[in-house]
């Protein structure tokens, strides 16, 4: 079957700052969105690689992916359930490997384990196990909760593009959590398997000062 993987990059990066969008700052050297496009246009299972970026970023976009071949640039929506939907909307897939441009690092190994998975489940998710203690509270700690049931969720996400679409309209306007809940809410099964810590996301300066430390600072 068709395999697409659509990696969104329509975000304005807040938490993190900077004069551009994070996807499209240099991470010692190379924009993250260009990072994360590389990871996944060489995996021999990934057909297509396909990219969702905001209004008005084509020129920014085309420069950071300048030479990789992503196919026509689809524009996305405000919230990162339209942005999911118009890329689907746009793409002819079987199988949609949902993924952030804001992950630059992405073993092919979890590639691998989530399209064996999504073979005979509706999608597959990589997750890892919680490390610190988790906690309800604001000023003051309001109750703890066990982290041995609880998981972190990543991307890519690995979904039959039909049943995904299919739970977004059930869901309506009320889908703005990841796609893994929304499967969830349509009574679909997700099947989890092990993620990588590669894979953290780059939300915060802290993010950005870590995966640049572990890239060699210099590194080009
Ligand atoms: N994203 C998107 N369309 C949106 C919002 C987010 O395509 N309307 C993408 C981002 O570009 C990013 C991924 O979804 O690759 C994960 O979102 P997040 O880390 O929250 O990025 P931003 O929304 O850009 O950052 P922030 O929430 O801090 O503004
Ligand atoms: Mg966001």
Redesign the pocket.
């Known amino acids: 079957s068709q395999v697409t993987a659509l990696i969104?990059?329509?975000?304005?990066?807040?938490?993190?700052g900077g004069d551009l969008?994070?996807?499209y700052r240099l991470l010692a050297g190379k924009p993250v969105l260009r990072r994360a496009v590389e990871a996944l246009i060489e995996h021999p299972r990934i057909d297509a690689v396909r990219v969702?970026i905001?209004i008005g970023q084509h020129s920014l976009a085309a420069d950071a992916l300048d030479g990789l071949k992503v196919g026509e640039l689809i524009v996305?929506?405000?919230?990162?359930a339209?942005?999911v939907r118009a890329g689907l909307e746009a793409i002819g897939a079987d199988i949609v490997l949902i993924h952030?441009?804001?992950r630059p690092f992405c073993p092919p190994e979890v590639i691998d384990r989530l399209l064996d998975a999504v073979g005979t489940a509706d999608g597959a998710v990589p997750v890892l196990p919680v490390a610190d203690t988790l906690a309800k509270g604001d000023q003051e700690l309001r109750g703890t909760v066990s982290r041995t049931q609880m998981l972190r969720v990543q991307t890519p996400q690995a979904y039959h593009a039909e049943d995904l679409l299919y739970a977004m309209d059930e869901a309506g306007k009320s889908a703005d959590t990841d796609e893994s809940t929304v499967l969830q809410n349509a009574g679909l099964r997700v099947a989890t398997v092990t993620g990588d810590e590669m894979l953290h996301?780059l939300?915060s300066a802290r993010d950005w000062e870590r995966a640049e430390m572990m890239l060699g600072g210099q590194m080009v």
Do not use: L
């Open positions: 969104v990059a329509a975000g304005s990066g807040s938490r993190m969008p994070k996807q969702v905001g996305g929506g405000a919230e990162r339209d942005s952030d441009a804001a996301k939300t």
